[in-house]
DNA sequence: GACAGACAGTTACATAATAACATATGCCGA
DNA sequence: TCGGCATATGTTATTATGTAACTGTCTGTC
């Protein structure tokens, strides 16, 4: 996942699938929206709103904070993108087409993000807050620390 | 917990335990740590920086941020305080005597932070990330609703 | 008392996000 | 085709959050 991919292909993928969804829900994918949406897929790291801005202002235009704001409120709010809370930066959402509960690899090293779907942690997660009597609306779950690569650790793969 | 309870109690003990932590680890607990530490103690939900500064402004001095963030910091890695990252706000630690994960339930209604231990779920956090082959160094869980009292359900208690 | 190291004060700035208003663009019905 | 509405974007200004770097101060030790 993180190294030595077609990465072309990731953001291909990604916005192929954007256009797809916006299509079938009748929003839509405006130029900016698309252009963000490329950008925060350079790569499968967290970007940062303020490193959008300074893109899109060397791309010609005279960008300011909201124009990047909103396409990233926008893209969120389709499930397209997510915020990773404790880095105050931003995700492509690698399966945008099911609304999901989202978690999150962080490697502190080379910066990957992989979003994880384990339907035993929701479980966990879940049954915690019941314990609790707790009504979840939604949850951060953001784990730091090296990934397969940076660690170094090898197992089944 | 989120109501009708003897707070200062909560207090006392808060300040008692930071007091004989760093005392045990040789640490430095100022006048100032302990004022912030009391801050972040005035209830059970989390604290913004800027709040404890305009605080500690209106006590008189001239308060810089710098001041408040040192000593959060401080109370941070003496584990006193945690940072709730999808608040970027503060709350104090109920059991800092021993390095734990941090789990919380936050109350989008009264605002109630509450600190969880769920053996179940450090199981599922730990046992999904060892399923990426992830080495963990510290995670970020925090989930949001409506607590017990805000959601007007009841269960056991 | 002189020194080292930790703590706190101060100035300035960097980064993150939003409010409020103005303008442009696309769409739909008359 | 034209007006008019809704949505999207531009623009200006400001608020919120956090840090760098330098200065002073305090405390314990020799």
């Given at each position: 996942?993180?190294?030595?991919?077609?990465?072309?292909?990731?953001?291909?993928?990604?916005?192929?699938?954007?256009?797809?969804?916006?299509?079938?829900?009748?929003?839509?994918?405006?130029?900016?929206?698309?252009?963000?949406?490329?950008?925060?897929?350079q790569g499968h790291t967290a970007v940062k709103a303020y490193d959008l801005l300074d893109q899109l202002a060397k791309q010609g235009g005279s960008a300011k904070p909201p124009t990047v704001y909103r396409a990233l409120d926008f893209l969120m709010e389709e499930g397209l993108v997510h915020k990773i809370e404790s880095l105050n930066a931003y995700v492509g959402c690698i399966h945008p087409e099911d609304t999901h509960i989202s978690q999150f690899l962080i490697c502190d090293k080379c910066e990957t993000v992989q979003e994880m779907s384990s339907p035993a942690l929701d479980q966990a997660v879940l049954g915690a807050a019941d314990n609790a009597n707790f009504a979840i609306d939604r949850q951060t779950l953001e784990l730091h620390g090296l990934c397969s690569n940076c660690s170094g650790s090898k197992k089944a793969a």
């Open positions: 996942m993180t190294h030595s991919h077609d990465h072309g292909a990731c953001i291909e993928d990604a916005i192929a699938k954007a256009e797809k969804i916006c299509m079938e829900r009748g929003s839509r994918f405006t130029k900016l929206r698309r252009q963000i949406l490329e950008m925060v897929w």
